[in-house]
C-alpha cells in the first residue's frame, strides 16, 4: 500500500564493469510509482506527493495496461518532436483542474516501466531484479501508445554506446544495477552515470542560505548573440565555511549593483509575471513558498560552473562552483562556449533493443 519510497541511486564518474551487473537509460521525468487495485489507480511521487490529479490520461491508459493489482516503479515523461521534454512536464503541475485536462489533452504524458515491486498479493521486494524485471516483461502492455519498458542490457559496451548518443534525445545518462538486488526503499542501492561539463559564466546575483548567515547559491548568466544576458540557472551545494567566505568574495560586487543591471526589472516583484518567471525570485509551483528573493551583483564576476545539461537555455538542474576565473571576462560568456549535443530519435533506442532481443530469443 501506499506510500512506498523509492529506490535511489548514488552518483559514480564512469560506467562500473562488473559481472553480473544490467544497465537502463536514465529517463528524464517524473519518478513514479503506479499503484492499482481494480478499478483504482494512484501514481505516486518519490516525496510522497500523489501526482494522479495531474495526470488523468495516465490512469486511463495504465488500467490498460496493468494487471488488476500490482506496484509498478517507473518514470513518467513527455516526448517531444527534440525528444524528452522536462519543461513540458513541469508545466503539467497546474492548480487548475481545467488547465490539468487541457494539457493532458495537448501534451500527453507516457510512462516508461523499470520495476515491478508487487503482483496479486505477492510481495516481490525481496527477489533479485533479475526475476523482478522478467515478470515485469510478462505483466507489461507495451503494444498501447505511450507505454514502454525501459531497455535493458547486461553488455556495458551498449551501455556507453547509449550514455554517449542519445543524450540528444534528453537522456540523463545511465543507471547500473546487480541482477541480484532486492528493491531497497529510500537506500542508495543503484549507481547512476550522469552527463557532466563546465561553463564559464556570469555571476549576476546571489542567494542568502536560508539560516541567512551566508550565501546559498549563485545566480548565472550567459550572453546570446544580441548581447542579452539570460538568466541560466543557479550554483550551490557550499560548505557552511564557504557560504560564509563568499559574503566576503562578493561585497565588492554589491555596491550600486542594481544600476544599470541587465536584470534591473526583476528586482520589482510585479514584474515578475510579465517576464513569464524566468528570472531570479520568480515564483513558480517549484518553489512551495519558499523566499527566492535575490541580491544583484554587478555582473563583473566569471564562474566556472560543473553542469549536466542545458535544456531550453537553462541548466536542467543546478550547477556546481568549480573555480571564479579572474581571467575571464564577463563578456565572453556566451552560449557560443557551449557544446552542442545533437538531437537522437528516441524511437532508435526502442528500435535497436526489440532487435537485439528479437535475435537473442531466435
Known amino acids: 500500500m501506499p506510500p512506498v519510497r523509492p529506490m535511489l541511486a548514488t552518483l559514480v564518474r564512469e560506467l562500473p564493469r562488473e559481472d553480473g551487473l544490467r544497465y537502463e ?27 494522479t490529479r495531474y495526470f488523468p490520461e495516465l490512469v486511463d491508459l495504465l488500467t490498460e495496461a496493468l494487471p488488476r493489482r500490482c506496484v509498478v516503479d517507473g518514470e513518467i515523461v513527455i516526448v517531444g518532436p527534440g525528444g524528452l521534454d522536462f519543461d513540458a512536464l513541469q508545466q503539467r503541475l497546474h492548480p487548475a483542474a481545467s488547465r490539468v485536462r487541457t494539457l493532458a489533452a495537448q501534451t500527453p504524458a507516457g510512462f516508461v516501466a523499470f520495476d515491478l515491486l508487487a503482483l496479486g498479493d505477492e510481495d516481490l521486494t525481496e527477489q533479485p531484479f533479475s526475476q523482478r524485471r522478467a515478470r515485469l516483461e510478462d505483466i507489461l502492455d ?25 543524450e540528444g534525445a534528453g537522456f540523463d545518462g545511465v543507471m547500473v544495477k546487480r541482477a541480484d538486488d532486492p528493491y531497497r526503499q529510500d537506500k542508495r542501492i543503484m549507481r547512476k552515470v550522469k552527463h557532466e561539463r563546465t561553463a564559464d559564466c556570469v555571476v549576476a546575483g546571489f542567494r542568502w ?62 514584474a515578475h509575471a510579465a517576464h513569464g518567471g524566468r528570472m531570479p525570485g520568480g515564483e513558480s509551483r517549484w518553489s512551495a513558498g519558499k523566499d527566492l528573493s535575490w541580491e544583484p551583483l554587478r555582473p563583473e564576476l566569471v564562474a566556472e560552473v560543473r553542469y549536466e545539461h542545458l535544456q531550453a537555455g537553462r541548466f536542467r538542474h ?43 530469443g531466435s
Open 209 to 270: 542560505h536560508k539560516d541567512g548567515e551566508g550565501v546559498g547559491s549563485l545566480l548565472l548568466g550567459l550572453y546570446d548573440d544580441a548581447g542579452t544576458l539570460h538568466h541560466v540557472g543557479v550554483a550551490s551545494s557550499f560548505t557552511a565555511q564557504r557560504r560564509r567566505e563568499l559574503v566576503d568574495e562578493l561585497a565588492p560586487l554589491r555596491a550600486d549593483a542594481l544600476d544599470g543591471h541587465p536584470w534591473q526589472a526583476w528586482a520589482d516583484p510585479d
Open 142 to 166: 507495451t503494444a498501447l501508445d505511450r507505454v514502454h519498458l525501459t531497455p535493458l542490457t547486461d553488455d556495458a559496451d551498449v551501455a556507453q554506446d547509449w550514455f554517449t548518443r542519445f
Open 318 to 360: 543546478g550547477g556546481r562552483l568549480v573555480r571564479f576565473r579572474p581571467d575571464r571576462t564577463a563578456e565572453s560568456c556566451t552560449y557560443g562556449q557551449l557544446e552542442q549535443v545533437p538531437p537522437a530519435e528516441l524511437a532508435a533506442l526502442f528500435d535497436e533493443v526489440s532487435t537485439a532481443e528479437r535475435a537473442a
Open 25 to 51: 537509460p536514465k529517463w528524464d521525468g517524473f519518478r513514479c510509482i503506479v499503484f492499482r487495485d481494480g478499478d483504482d489507480i494512484e501514481l505516486g511521487s518519490r516525496n510522497d506527493r500523489p501526482l
